[in-house]
């Protein structure tokens, strides 16, 4: 059964660090887009970022550009992301997703995972 596993998440202060990964099975996640979306409380799934499968595309939202950097492992068939910088505004569940078409909208995106809390307060 596909599935992609988010970790790495937790309780950081601003200006503090985390690194997210996601990883997949059942599929080789270099075969797909993978992007991270994030929610905060009350708002929508956004996408923040993702790495294209055909040659390592990346591209960041602009409320990320220069602080989160997506890398992609394939040997461990893992997608990360740093993210730098963190700020309150960066709080919310990360859920990474694998898709076909390499874009930031939700409904292009086949295999979701269960997502991971990050939570930047003092």
């Known amino acids: 059964q596909v599935q992609l596993v988010e970790s790495g998440g937790g309780l950081v202060q601003p200006g503090g660090s985390l690194r997210l990964s996601c990883a997949a099975s059942?599929?080789?996640?270099?075969?797909?887009?993978i992007g991270w979306f994030r929610q905060a409380p009350g708002k929508e799934r956004e996408g923040i970022s993702y790495i294209s499968s055909a040659n390592d595309r990346t591209y960041y939202s602009d409320s990320v550009k220069g602080r989160f950097t997506i890398s992609r492992d394939n040997a461990k068939n893992t997608v990360y992301l740093q993210m730098n910088s963190l700020r309150p505004e960066d709080t919310g569940v990360y859920y990474c997703?694998?898709?076909?078409?390499?874009?930031?909208?939700?409904?292009?995106?086949?295999?979701w995972g269960q997502g991971t809390q990050v939570t930047v307060s003092s």
């Open positions: 059942a599929f080789s996640s270099d075969f797909y887009t």
């Open positions: 997703a694998a898709g076909r078409i390499t874009t930031l909208m939700r409904a292009a995106y086949d295999y």
